[in-house]
C-alpha cells in the first residue's frame, strides 16, 4: 500500500499558532495519532519539519517511523551539524540509509559529508552513538579513521616512544590526528565506547587503520551500499540506463501479448508519497489514466510508477539526498510516459486504460523518451 493520506491539520496553521500558544499547538499536535503525526511532519515542507517536530509531545515516537530519505532530507534541512538531537532518535537503519544517501560521490565515500554525519552521531548518547556506527559498514568507519588518525601498534621494544600527541587506551595502539589542527574528540569518544562495550569491533577498528588499503575498503563498501540501495528502489546506475536504450520504430508500436504490466508488489519506499496527482484536468495523461483503474491495479501502478522515477534518479544522476530530486524524477517520468501512452495507444487505436494494463510504465517512457530524445537526454 502507498503512504497513508496526510493528516487535515495544516502545518504552517499549527506554526502559526505555536507563535502565539505554543501550548495549544502542543494540544492540537498531540490529539492526532501516531501515524498523523508521521504524516504530518512529511508532509510539510523540509524548512519546517524542526519546528514542528519540536512540537511533537514523543518526538522519539515519530521520527523512527519516518521514511529512511525524508529524514535524511529533514536532517540536511537543520544542518547536520545541529542535528543530533534529532539523529537521537533515528534507528540504525535510518542512519546508515542517510549515510548511504548523502556520504557518496558515485562509486566513491563522500569523505567530507562521511565525517560531517559521523560527527554529529558522536553528539548524540553513548548509546545511540554506539548503535548507529556498529550498524555502519565497517569499511567506511576505517576509511573515516584513515583519514583523520595515524594509528600505531606497540611493537615489542624497549626503546620506542610513543608518538607525540598519541593517546592509547590500553597501552597497545597509539593514535594520533594527522592535522594538527584537527578536533578528533568524536573518534576518541567512539574508541572508547567501543574498547569497553565491543572489545573486538574496536580490535577490528584498530587493525583496519594501520593495515587495510583504501582501495579495498571503498570497494567493499560499495558493494555493501549498492545492494541496500536496490532494496530502497535505487538500481545500480548502468541498471538505471536502460531507461534510455533506443527503440526502432516498430519496437514502440508493439503491445506485449497476454501480459499484465499492472503484476507488481508493494515495496518499502524510503520516501513519503501519499499519491500520485490526477485530479485537475491540466494533469499528465499518465496520471489521470492510472486513476481510473482499478483500486488494486492503482495501487500496483503507483509502486510501478515510483520504481520508474528512482531509476531516472538515478540515471540522470540527481543527489538522492536532496528532497528536490524526486518530484523532478516524477516530473520527467510522468512527461515522457505520457507522450508514450498518447503515442502507443493512438497508434494502435485502444483505450489509454487498456495500453497502461498491458505496457509497463517504463516501456512507456522509453517510447516517449525515443520520440523526443534529444529533449529526454539525461542532464
Known sequence: MANPPAPTLEARGLLRLARSDRAAAGKAVAALSLDAQVALVCETAVSQRSALLDLMPEPEAVIP??????????????????????????????????????????????????????????????????????????????????QRIDVELKPNSDDWEPPDGGQTLEGQFYFSARRKDDDISAIVSLMRQLFQQDYWT???????????????????????????????????????????????????????????????????????????????????????????????????????????????????RMSLSDAESLPHAIEKAAHFASEGLAFISGANAIDAVEAVRRIPLETLFRVGANLDPQAARPT
Not at 565515500?109 to 548518547?125: G, I, K, Q, Y
Not at 499518465?286 to 522515477?309: I, Y
Open 65 to 146: 517511523r519516518m521514511p529512511e530519505a525524508e529524514l535524511c532530507f529533514t536532517v540536511k534541512a537543520v544542518g547536520i551539524h545541529d542535528a543530533p538531537w534529532i539523529l537521537e532518535y533515528a534507528t540504525p537503519d535510518q542512519v546508515v540509509a542517510c549515510v548511504d544517501l548523502d556520504a557518496w560521490q558515485g562509486a566513491l565515500p563522500d569523505r567530507a559529508a562521511l565525517d560531517s554525519w559521523l560527527d554529529a552521531l558522536a553528539e548524540t548518547s553513548d548509546d545511540s552513538f554506539l548503535r548507529s556506527v556498529q550498524a555502519l559498514d565497517p569499511e567506511l568507519v576505517v576509511l573515516y579513521l584513515r
Open 202 to 316: 574496536y580490535f577490528r577498528m584498530m587493525q583496519g587503520a594501520i593495515w587495510e588499503l583504501d582501495s579495498e575498503c571503498e570497494e567493499w563498501a560499495f558493494r555493501w551500499r549498492t545492494g541496500r540501495l536496490e532494496d530502497l528502489g535505487f538500481p545500480p546506475w548502468d541498471e538505471a540506463m536502460r531507461v534510455y536504450r533506443y527503440m526502432s520504430p516498430e519496437e514502440r508500436l508493439r503491445i506485449p501479448e497476454g501480459e499484465n504490466a499492472l503484476d507488481m508488489d508493494a515495496w518499502r519506499l524510503p520516501v513519503w508519497i501519499p499519491g500520485l496527482p490526477a485530479e485537475s484536468d491540466d494533469a499528465p495523461l499518465v496520471f489521470r489514466t492510472l486513476a481510473q483503474l482499478e483500486e488494486r491495479e492503482r495501487n500496483a501502478a503507483f509502486f510501478a510508477f515510483v520504481a520508474l522515477a528512482n531509476k531516472l534518479a538515478v540515471a540522470d
